[in-house]
Each structure stands twice: as structure tokens, then as C-alpha cells.
């Protein structure tokens, strides 16, 4: 079956560390991956994306993701976090034309 | 239009109430999807419209729930007779449908909340 695990429900760091969202999947073929954030009360916005290729990916906000095929895994960094990340992050599979999604990890930023 | 807008935003109903959600996608995306958002989870799909043609329910929850796209722009969710257990944030999302091009853009949610 299809599914998406986000193993770490709420995360802290200090702002300027460095930060790592850890997210295993489990899909059949070649999936299409997916990090989004939301903050609260908000919808949800598109981070990046990888479809194919080269398995480093550029995102906004100086957020990046490694695909790592023999892992099933498509881990999100960022070098330095800023209090204005802290928000809840979303890995998500495409499979075909729907999202499954990760029940989603909560950044809380130390100033 | 600039993005995917829902209305209403906030939902009250009294149980066993009807309510409609609408949603405008993007301007000229084909695909529209809606999902249902429980509180402390991830979005779940509920439906898929290409078009206006629903080709995928299978994420509806049961009977009373019904979604509609009449013009293959702007849809609609109704749910009838609402319960407790529908209590969610629903989400709206549309994507070109183009080969290459499979993001999603997400409105903003309609939290409902049934009393």
C-alpha cells in the first residue's frame, strides 16, 4: 500500500542551526515527492518538488531535499533555520494524480 | 484568478445541517481536487475532477458527501445532515494537468465545525 511516514510529530531548533524533516515513503514505481508548509491558519504552499532527475532539489526559503532511492526516504533541509519557518511541514507521494500525505511535522523556532 | 480561493473560511453548523463549500481554481487548470484536513493530521483525498467529470470518489467518507464541477471551473462540496466526525479543514487544490506540471496549488481551507 501507499503511504507517507513523517517519523518526528514536533521538532525544536534554535534559529541559525541547521535543520533536517525526515520523511520515508512507500510507493510502487518512481514516485513524484512533494514537501509542503503550512502555517496555521493558512492552506498549503509548495516548498519543492521532484519528479526526476538530478536527486538534489532547490526549493524557496533556502529549503532543499535529496531523493534517496534505495532509502525510500526524501529528507528536507535547511543550513539555517529562521524564526519564520517554525510552521508545520508536509511530505506528500504523488501517485498519479492524488497526494497521499505524512501526518505533517511540527517546527517550533528558539529564539 | 491570482490563486485558489475557497469560501466560506470558517464553517459553523448544528448538527445534521447542510452546508456547501466552493472553491475557484487557478484560472484554466483542468484537474481539481478537494481533501478533507482532521485536526493534528495530514490532508486525506476526498475527490478528483478533471474537468467537469468526477473520475475518482473514492476518498468521499460516505453518501452525504457530494461534490460537483457543472462548468469544469468552480466546485462545490455539500455535505448533508452533518455529524461531529465531519469536523475538518477542507481543502481545495488544482493543477494545470499538463505533462510536467503536477503540483498542486492549495486554497486556504474552509475549517467547518459542527455543534
Known amino acids: 500500500a501507499q503511504s507517507v511516514t513523517q517519523p518526528d510529530i514536533h521538532i525544536t531548533v534554535s534559529e541559525g542551526a541547521s535543520l533536517e524533516l525526515r520523511c520515508n515513503y512507500s510507493y510502487g514505481a518512481t514516485p513524484y515527492l512533494f514537501w509542503y508548509v503550512q502555517s496555521p491558519g493558512q492552506g498549503l504552499q509548495l516548498l519543492l518538488k521532484?519528479?526526476?532527475?538530478?536527486?538534489l532539489v532547490q526549493g524557496i526559503k533556502g529549503f532543499e531535499a535529496e531523493f534517496k532511492r534505495s532509502q525510500s526516504s526524501f529528507n528536507l533541509r535547511k543550513p539555517s533555520v529562521h524564526w519564520s519557518d517554525a510552521a508545520e511541514y508536509f511530505c506528500?507521494?504523488?501517485?498519479?494524480?492524488?497526494?497521499?500525505f505524512g501526518t505533517g511535522t511540527r517546527l517550533k523556532v528558539l529564539a | 484568478g491570482a490563486g485558489v480561493s475557497q469560501s466560506p473560511r470558517y464553517k459553523v453548523a448544528k448538527r445534521g445541517q447542510d452546508v456547501a463549500l466552493r472553491c475557484d481554481p487557478i484560472?484554466?487548470?483542468?484537474?481539481l481536487f478537494w481533501y478533507q484536513q482532521a485536526l493534528g493530521q495530514g490532508p486525506e483525498f476526498l475527490t478528483y475532477f478533471q474537468n467537469e467529470a468526477q473520475l475518482d470518489k473514492s476518498g468521499l467518507p460516505s453518501d452525504r458527501f457530494f461534490a460537483e464541477r457543472p462548468e469544469g471551473s468552480v466546485s462545490t462540496l455539500k455535505i448533508q445532515r452533518t455529524q461531529q466526525e465531519d469536523s475538518a479543514v477542507y481543502l481545495c487544490a488544482s493543477f494545470q494537468g499538463r505533462v510536467g506540471s503536477y503540483e498542486q496549488y492549495f486554497g486556504p481551507g474552509t475549517r467547518l465545525t459542527v455543534t
Open positions: 484560472s484554466g487548470h483542468v484537474s
Open positions: 521532484y519528479f526526476s532527475g538530478d536527486t
Open positions: 506528500a507521494v504523488g501517485a498519479r494524480y492524488k497526494y497521499i
